[in-house]
């Protein structure tokens, strides 16, 4: 009898315990379903990318390598600036070319590839206006593209763009906007409508603008998009495309002009699954975002995107869903980046990605806007597992730091 009980026993402690361990394999099966680790904003690299102060920031992606250019800040001195282009390998940060070019005060850094070559572009000069610059590094030295005749005047703004196995300047002038394209052959530039020496604006009164070319649903022609503050309308905003064959009458509005019905800044056009949509500050400094539908201008989602007071940032759309990259004053200046999904923005990552006070930012990816403040470009990357973000940051000297977000 006495063995019987112990059989007994020790059957049920066996199967006491595989219970526990069936138990447990499955609370730890379930676990992995439900239960999501909080994930961070991660430093690449675990450095800063540069050890200079920079007043500018531009990150791509080409051939699957990161790529960041940086405005620094020689000696302290705004004007004696250079520009350092850095790719991320196996080895960590190395400089492209032993060190950068000289570009004074650099804004509006962008970088884009084209016809096997990444270019660098931008804005030297004073705090107000400047001349486009557009680099390349031949694997020895950095040439300037640039050739002659972009513009001979000071310009408040430049953007390079290509289409077709051509080259094409944008910039803004006494709050005009004028176009050029430049010979493939001679490497100088002449404005494209019927007469290229005349030197006729392709659209009036433009002080702020963002430009985009040939894409979207409504592409029929070889046609570059403009949306603009407008002066014309008292700084409302209105959105234009422009033929590039040079047509007599080749601006036409897209919708009413001024249609914001109110004064707008730093205004940024892009697509959205094939959507024209266009983003832009309002008179309280808070996120409008705008799509043209079925011919007609609507707010995305009839309100207000995000509430100011916004002092810059970066929109930009990757399979559809919105991606928002702003500082704001009552966030101490810190990095925010937010997602629209399921009716309402949610933070990515940390509350703030930058730990510290920014200078400038960068967000890689395609489009950059102009914008005013302490913020001078950005420019987002959103792949399908990444975010990545890079700025200066005051706290640590105005140096250039990386971060990254597994999405």
């Given at each position: ?57 531009d990150l791509a992606i080409v051939n699957d390598l990161l790529y960041v250019a ?70 020895l030295d950095w040439e300037d593209e640039v050739g002659t005749g972009v513009s ?256």
């Amino acid at each position: 009898m006495k063995t019987d009980i112990n059989s007994r026993m020790s059957l049920i402690k066996y199967l006491v315990l595989i219970g526990i361990l069936i138990t447990h394999f499955f609370a730890s099966s379930c676990s992995n379903i439900v239960e999501t680790s909080v994930v961070e904003w991660e430093v690449e690299n675990d450095t800063f990318v540069s050890d200079l102060s920079i007043s500018d920031i531009d990150l791509a992606i080409v051939n699957d390598l990161l790529y960041v250019a940086v405005a620094s800040r020689v000696d302290g001195i705004i004007s004696n600036g250079v520009v350092t282009q850095y790719e991320l390998n196996d080895f960590g940060w190395e400089v492209e070319g032993d060190s950068g070019f000289t570009a004074g005060n650099s804004t509006e850094l962008n970088q884009f590839y084209w016809e096997n070559e990444l270019y660098v572009s931008g804005v030297q000069g004073s705090l107000i206006s400047g001349t486009p610059f557009l680099y390349t590094y031949d694997g020895l030295d950095w040439e300037d593209e640039v050739g002659t005749g972009v513009s001979s005047e000071s310009i408040s703004g430049a953007t390079f763009l290509t289409y077709n196995g051509t080259l094409y300047s944008v910039y803004g002038y006494s709050n005009d906007l004028y176009i050029k394209s430049q010979n493939s052959t001679f490497g100088d530039w002449n404005f494209i409508q019927d007469n290229p020496f005349i030197d006729d604006p392709i659209i009036e009164l433009a002080s702020e603008f963002s430009v985009n070319i040939n894409s979207g649903a409504d592409s029929t022609t070889s046609s570059i998009w403009v949306a603009y503050r407008d002066e014309d309308v008292n700084g409302e905003l209105s959105v234009s495309i422009f033929d590039l064959e040079g047509n007599e009458d080749n601006q036409e509005l897209i919708g009413d002009q001024g249609f914001s019905d109110e004064v707008i800044t730093s205004p940024y056009l892009t697509w959205v699954n094939d959507v024209l949509t266009v983003s832009y500050l309002n008179e309280s400094n808070g996120l409008e975002i705008w799509q043209h539908v079925d011919g007609e201008w609507e707010r995305y989602n009839d309100e207000t995107a995000i509430t100011g007071p916004i002092t810059s940032y970066q929109l930009v759309s990757h399979n559809g869903i919105f991606y928002v990259a702003y500082k704001m004053t009552s966030e101490e200046n810190k990095l925010v980046v937010v997602t629209y999904v399921d009716d309402e923005w949610d933070i990515v990552g940390d509350v703030n990605v930058s730990e510290g006070t920014m200078i400038s930012t960068g967000l890689a990816v395609g489009s950059g806007t102009e914008t005013s403040g302490t913020v001078s470009a950005f420019d987002m990357l959103v792949t399908d597992k990444y975010i990545y973000v890079g700025y200066g940051d005051v706290d640590a000297g105005g140096k250039a730091i990386v971060k990254t977000f597994e999405r």
